[in-house]
């Protein structure tokens, strides 16, 4: 037999690719086995690092995100589709129910005797301009709530993450890598998009530029949401220190309470205290729902903040970018099935567009913690 040999250089560099191509075809497989090996790894590990009741604090803290925020919205929107006036009564409610984190506070300091954070100049003077602008917060979100449908202003009020990731960069000079331009760039054709299709959800009783300046106050309100995490995330790096819970819920305290003094003093001056019993006989439903709706709006408000608070402690701003992503589809859904808002195509394509852009930031935080973690380990 004739042994066949090929010379040609040409000729074995081709087959060589071809076996080297051949042999490593197996390995992507391997590769993707060995990855999901590493994320149940990972994830074992990461649940075995922490007690049972850390898990069970953290399942609780996201249920209140994702059941507490949505139903203050849909009860603020109810407030004014029954026959609710006052701007000022529905950002006063939103800071009424600071003793909840108050009560939840003093049993650290009984059961485990722990003091107080001690206050200085520099610390009540955050303190005072966090809660004024708490309180201007939620005096913008009001007028939105007045004006636009509660799935409307949950799509607009999403910009806040967005806002979140831009002043976190220019004040705590948090990483701003790729990620998340772009999904600051997706939130904001979202919002566009609700913009030209604003014919189509807006009350009948609504008059054009009161659904506009509902609009313009909506995304205002977004845009300091965004300054007040920022300058938060700034206090408590620089100012308190992330020790231990407490001292979160002794800053959270401090502000809606500074926020509840504001309010009260624009109650005051606007004399919607003496308003609230004549509207009350007026309201659709009668007193008791009146009363019912301001209260649970309270609470279910101070839930959502003491899971959020809990959540950036315990997990991560970007388990609470999560749940603040889970939570704005269901707000707009319980919207439309409870409260009979419009749900458009475009409307629909707007809650598309930010989901993305949420899972595009989640993404985006997670590689720069992953790459922070890495350059520090080595």
């Not at 090929?6 to 051949?22: H, I």
């Not at 003093?265 to 606007?270: E, Q, W």
Request: overall charge neutral; glycine content about 6%.
């Amino acid at each position: 037999m004739t042994s066949f040999k090929d010379d040609n250089p040409e000729s074995n560099l081709s087959v060589r690719l071809l076996m080297e191509e051949t042999t490593e075809r197996p390995s992507v497989s391997f590769s993707y086995s060995q990855w999901m090996s590493n994320v149940k790894k990972s994830t074992q590990e990461a649940y075995e690092s922490k007690p049972i009741s850390h898990w069970i604090l953290l399942l609780l803290s996201g249920a209140a995100m994702l059941i507490a925020f949505p139903a203050s919205s849909l009860l603020s929107r109810l407030y004014f589709s029954n026959g609710g006036k006052s701007k000022w009564i529905i950002s006063w409610v939103a800071v009424a129910g600071w003793p909840i984190t108050c009560l939840i506070l003093l049993p650290t300091y009984i059961f485990q005797k722990i003091k107080p954070t001690p206050l200085n100049a520099k610390l009540v003077l955050s303190y005072v301009v966090l809660g004024f602008l708490s309180a201007a917060d939620n005096l913008m979100y009001a007028y939105a709530y007045a004006y636009l449908p509660a799935s409307t202003s949950s799509l607009l009020a999403s910009s806040s993450l967005a806002f979140s990731a831009l002043f976190g960069y220019l004040i705590v000079k948090n990483p701003l890598n790729a990620s998340v331009v772009n999904s600051i760039v997706i939130i904001t054709g979202a919002m566009a998009i609700i913009a030209l299709d604003s014919s189509s959800d807006r009350y009948s009783y609504i008059t054009n530029s009161q659904y506009f300046a509902g609009f313009f106050w909506d995304i205002m309100g977004s845009a300091l949401h965004g300054l007040i995490f920022a300058l938060s995330e700034l206090l408590f790096v620089k100012l308190l220190g992330r020790r231990s819970f407490h001292v979160a819920l002794e800053q959270q305290v401090m502000v809606s309470l500074i926020a509840f003094a504001f309010t009260t003093l624009g109650m005051v001056v606007s004399n919607d205290f003496q308003g609230m019993s004549h509207e009350a006989k007026s309201f659709k439903g009668g007193e008791s729902l009146y009363t019912q709706v301001l209260v649970w709006s309270a609470v279910t408000f101070q839930l959502g903040v003491l899971g959020a608070t809990a959540v950036l402690f315990l997990a991560s701003t970007v388990m609470a970018g999560v749940l603040n992503a889970v939570r704005v589809p269901i707000t707009s859904i319980a919207a439309v099935i409870l409260m009979h808002d419009p749900m458009s195509g475009f409307k629909i394509l707007s809650l598309i567009l930010t989901f993305w852009g949420f899972s595009s930031y989640i993404y985006g935080s997670s590689s720069s913690n992953s790459s922070t973690q890495a350059s520090s380990s080595s």
